[in-house]
């Protein structure tokens, strides 16, 4: 078998799907796509292609490394995330003529199913209290909210206190044992963080993301000396290389790598079984299509630290195009008292909506994040 094209389709909201096809008939779907650099990506796989079209597609792991290792330039968001939606579809081929899921390939299953979070929106205490009853009510016994908007390196103690409102009023909606994750987003320099996450230490929280930006080593340090709750981080680390320093150091809890950005399902299992020899969680990071949850899925079914998964059915980023419009059985991922099923399907486990896509496609998209500004004019995190 050979592979013999790479299509690819920019998708709303914000998507970038890739399907590979071979000279025997069987494709794969991956989803190589960073959010805002959707167009960039594009181009880097259109440049990968070259590598790899006319080459055996059930050569998994040589194919990853002549794509990361032939190319005297490596690593970063865009790279990786293009060799992600490539390794995410060669383990769809492999999985179908197999006629087995991936996770079957992958030593097979350790757990039934996986326990999943919901992320809410909102700015007053009653909005994010009644959006977190709104998902307990649905089956979640999880959920992520967002921490604060902008801050400066000194900013008002106003926003704490209204961060500590918010979290207590989620607390309030639902139950001492609901789980509550509180996304700082990179947006806070160390001064800052370090106040905040004090002063969530007493609110019990499943874990606090990305108190401050990941190449932040010396801050991550400083916030880890003042709270108890448990860090996570990741979305934005790559390859096993930048896991590794967080992991040695010994800066986090829970690691959080993407599907999507950090190498695919190749590179992610190693990322996970690292952080397993030091006894951190898995939480893949995934506000992403159905192709990333599926991917991710199946790294979470043979990883023993996968502790909880990350997916976006129903959020505000997915407004016009969701999960579930682009797959064609839409009861793949079946959600029940806060686990989702591990999807059992051959490959990734779920039939791409071509049509759909192709259709969906026409319109393409160019989504960007907001780009936001201090009251001074300096440019703030987003």
Known sequence: MKITRLESFLV????????????????????????????????????????????????????????????FYRGGAVFMSAIAGIDQALWDIKGKVFGAPVHSLLGGQCRDRMRVYSWIGGDRPSDVAAAAHAAMSAGFTAIKMNATEEMTYLDVHSKIDSVLNRVQAVRDATTPDFGIAVDFHGRLHLPMARVLARELDPMRLMFIEEPVLSENIEALREIRRVTTTP?????????????????????????????????????????????????????????????????????????????IQEQSLGIHYNQGSDLLDYVKDKSVFQYADGYVGLPQGPGLGIEVDEDFVRAQAATEHRWRNPLWRHADGSVAEW
């Open 12 to 71: 709303p909201p914000r998507w970038l799907f890739l399907k590979i096809e071979t000279d025997e008939g069987v494709s794969g779907w991956g989803e190589p796509v960073v959010e805002g650099r959707a167009h960039t990506v594009q181009a880097a796989v259109n440049e990968l292609a070259d590598l790899i079209v006319g080459r055996d597609p059930g050569r998994i792991e040589d194919l990853w490394q002549l794509m990361h290792r032939g190319g």
């Open 231 to 307: 860090l996570a981080l990741g979305e934005r680390l790559y390859s096993r290389w930048e896991f590794k320093a967080m992991l040695h150091e010994g800066l986090v809890d829970v690691i959080q790598p993407d599907l999507s950005h950090a190498g695919g399902i190749t590179e992610c299992r190693k990322i996970a079984s690292m952080a397993e020899a030091y006894d951190v969680a898995l939480a893949p990071h995934c506000p992403l299509g159905p192709i990333a949850l599926a991917a991710c899925l199946q790294v979470d079914a043979v990883a023993h630290n996968a502790a």
